[in-house]
């Protein structure tokens, strides 16, 4: 497609309940990136791939959440046991390079009560 | 670490007005972008300036770049109610030698006002 897509657009779990989130790059885009942002501040660097191959997950918090890309699949987002602080809006992005200019997706707003 | 911060944090103007964001980087850079979210929106990518360019334009968007002072400026000129968003400046951060993500300040929000 020609645009990044996202589902779902919203997503509420109580507190220690798993959350998936959904990213369909744009086509021909090798790169993915996922980043948090909380309460419209700035956004916070999760994690990037090369096609399906991690790229950098310095950003992840490795305990509860996890990612993949895996072909002809949209990429996902996990949060095993999700926290109040995790309540964000996650944004997924993809460039054709790594140092190309990077397209959004309309983000995931997730609330954990 | 924060790559990109932008001035001021908030910014109101009247319609027709220029306004002019500023944005400082850390570490050497190999370009430098600015991105507009509308609020409840996704961002939007506006202008990528290379480290080798000085200024570069798009319509109404005025961008330079001085890589000695590690800054950036955005102008948008003859502003319009629409172009109220919040203005992120955005460097590719340098990770284990290469530049895998890119890092964004915390941004400016320009209210244009009819």
């Known amino acids: 497609g020609e645009e990044v897509a996202q589902t779902p657009k919203h997503l509420v779990r109580g507190e220690g309940q798993k959350a998936k989130l959904y990213c369909a790059p744009i086509k021909g885009h090798s790169y993915v990136f996922w980043y948090q942002q909380v309460l419209k501040n700035e956004f916070k660097f999760l994690i990037s791939?090369?096609?399906?191959?991690?790229?950098?997950e310095t950003g992840m918090p490795k305990e509860r959440f996890s990612a993949k890309c895996l072909p002809n699949s949209p990429c996902s987002l996990e949060i095993q046991a999700t926290k109040l602080e995790d309540s964000a809006v996650y944004f997924c992005?993809?460039?054709?390079?790594?140092?190309?200019?990077?397209?959004f997706g309309p983000g995931t707003r997730l609330t954990v009560l | 670490s924060q790559q990109g911060e932008e001035d001021p944090q908030a910014l109101s103007i009247q319609e027709g007005e220029n306004a002019t964001m500023n944005c400082s980087y850390k570490t050497s850079i190999n370009n430098l972008q600015w991105y507009r979210q509308n609020s409840g929106r996704g961002l939007v990518h506006l202008i990528l300036i290379r480290s080798n360019e000085r200024e570069k334009h798009s319509g109404r968007l005025r961008v330079t770049l001085d890589t000695s002072k590690k800054s950036s400026s955005l102008l948008i000129t003859a502003s319009r109610a629409a172009d109220t968003a919040s203005y992120f400046c955005a460097a590719p951060s340098n990770s284990g030698g290469s530049n895998y993500k890119l890092t964004f300040g915390k941004g400016t929000l320009l209210t244009v006002n009819p």
């Open positions: 791939f090369q096609n399906e191959n991690v790229f950098d």
């Open positions: 992005a993809s460039s054709r390079a790594f140092y190309n200019e990077q397209f």
